[in-house]
C-alpha cells in the first residue's frame, strides 16, 4: 500500500514533465507480453485503460508481485520494471490512451 501511495505522489510530482514516447517505452518493455487492443500473455491496454487508473498502472509496474494480488490474480506472472520517472510517465499516458478504444 505505500508503494500505492508513493507512486501517486511520484505521478503528480511528474505531469509537468510530459513528452509523450510511450510507444517506444511498450515496444522496448512491454510488447512481448502486451498487446494495445488484443490479448496476448498479459490482458490488452485497451482493457487495462478501461479499469485501472495512472496510479494503479505504476504501482504495478514497480511491484507487479504486490498489486497483482491486490488486483485479484491468483499468480504473477508479470516481472517488475525499473523504468526512468519519465518512461513511466510516457507508458502510463500510453496506456491510457486506449482508454476510448477498446471495450
Ligand atoms: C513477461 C511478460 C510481461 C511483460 C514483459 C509485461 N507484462 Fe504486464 N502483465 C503480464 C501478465 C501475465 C499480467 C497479469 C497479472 C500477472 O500475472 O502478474 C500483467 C498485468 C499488467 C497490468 C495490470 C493488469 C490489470 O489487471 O489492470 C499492467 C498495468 C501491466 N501489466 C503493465 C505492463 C507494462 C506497462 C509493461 C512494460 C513496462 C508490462 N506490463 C510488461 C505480463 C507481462
Known amino acids: 500500500m505505500g508503494k500505492l501511495i508513493l507512486s501517486f505522489l511520484l505521478s503528480l510530482f511528474l505531469t509537468q514533465s510530459c513528452n509523450a514516447d510511450g510507444k517506444k517505452v511498450f515496444e522496448t518493455y512491454c510488447w512481448g507480453c502486451h498487446h494495445q487492443t488484443a490479448v496476448a500473455f498479459g490482458p490488452p491496454f485497451a482493457q487495462i485503460a478501461s479499469k485501472r487508473s495512472a496510479e494503479e498502472i505504476q504501482a504495478m509496474i514497480a ?7 491486490i488486483f485479484g490474480y491468483k499468480r504473477n506472472a508479470m516481472p517488475p520494471f525499473k523504468l526512468k520517472p519519465i518512461e513511466l510517465k510516457e507508458i502510463t499516458d500510453y496506456i491510457l490512451s486506449y482508454k476510448a478504444k477498446g471495450k
Open 63 to 69: 511491484d507487479p508481485a504486490g498489486v497483482s494480488k
